[in-house]
T-cell receptor, first 115, second 115 residues
Framework: DTGVSQDPRHKITKRGQNVTFRCDPISEHNRLYWYRQTLGQGPEFLTYFQNEAQLEKSRLLSDRFSAERPKGSFSTLEIQRTEQGDSAMYLC?????????????FGNGTRLTVT | AQTVTQSQPEMSVQEAETVTLSCTYDTSESNYYLFWYKQPPSRQMILVIRQEAYKQQNATENRFSVNFQKAAKSFSLKISDSQLGDTAMYFCAFMKHGAGNQFYFGTGTSLTVIP
């Protein structure tokens, strides 16, 4: 078990392009989260999966954003028609989900820069 | 809605000394969990310590301890015998009991340990 991994670590894209990020959670974790973190701020919740079901979506998640977890394992986060305001660190986290106090285990994040 | 406030954007402490980071939160929930996470520079966020709201006893993890005051909605982190490796951003987080397991994070405190 190597922890939560995210790919790529960095992504630079031009405004208007689409980007996709991948997250591989810890293998036995059934809960997976996406967060966004901008400079000087704490992580902001975007969305949450229990196995393959997307159970919650934040209002921050506009219709340009879509997340999937097709087989209940890895997840992808796609941003269409990127805007400069999308520049941020995108964090993935997973948890075991056997109890309500299961802590989050974070990946290293994907830093997105939209030029 | 839940809010988490960290009123100290930056703090510093001499190596081997003790430092306390403050956190307050606002909620109408009676059953919840509180966490402190550490994010070293360019590294992933890791869990430092957690506290269940129904437990009156303050949590302790080696050099890290909390002062949980439920009535005051305060959850401070004390780091004893500070080490250079403690230099990081520290985030306080709130999670309500029940469906979703959505975490709410504060804006963080940047702690620098001075040799």
């Amino acid at each position: 078990d190597t922890g939560v991994s995210q790919d790529p670590r960095h992504k630079i894209t031009k405004r208007g392009q689409n980007v996709t990020f991948r997250c591989d959670p810890i293998s036995e974790h059934n809960r997976l989260y996406w967060y966004r973190q901008t400079l000087g701020q704490g992580p902001e919740f975007l969305t949450y999966f229990q196995n393959e079901a997307q159970l919650e979506k934040s209002r921050l998640l506009s219709d340009r954003f879509s997340a999937e977890r097709p087989k209940g394992s890895f997840s992808t986060l796609e941003i269409q028609r990127t805007e400069q305001g999308d520049s941020a660190m995108y964090l993935c986290a997973s948890s075991l989900g056997t109890g309500d106090n299961s802590p989050l285990h974070f990946g290293n994040g994907t830093r997105l820069t939209v030029t | 809605a839940q809010t988490v406030t960290q009123s100290q954007p930056e703090m510093s402490v001499q190596e081997a000394e003790t430092v306390t980071l403050s956190c307050t939160y606002d909620t109408s929930e009676s059953n919840y969990y509180l966490f402190w996470y550490k994010q070293p520079p360019s590294r992933q966020m890791i869990l430092v310590i957690r506290q269940e709201a129904y437990k009156q006893q303050n949590a302790t993890e080696n050099r890290f301890s909390v002062n949980f005051q439920k009535a005051a909605k305060s959850f401070s982190l004390k780091i004893s015998d500070s080490q250079l490796g403690d230099t990081a951003m520290y985030f306080c987080a709130f999670m309500k009991h029940g469906a979703g397991n959505q975490f709410y994070f504060g804006t963080g405190t940047s702690l620098t340990v001075i040799p």
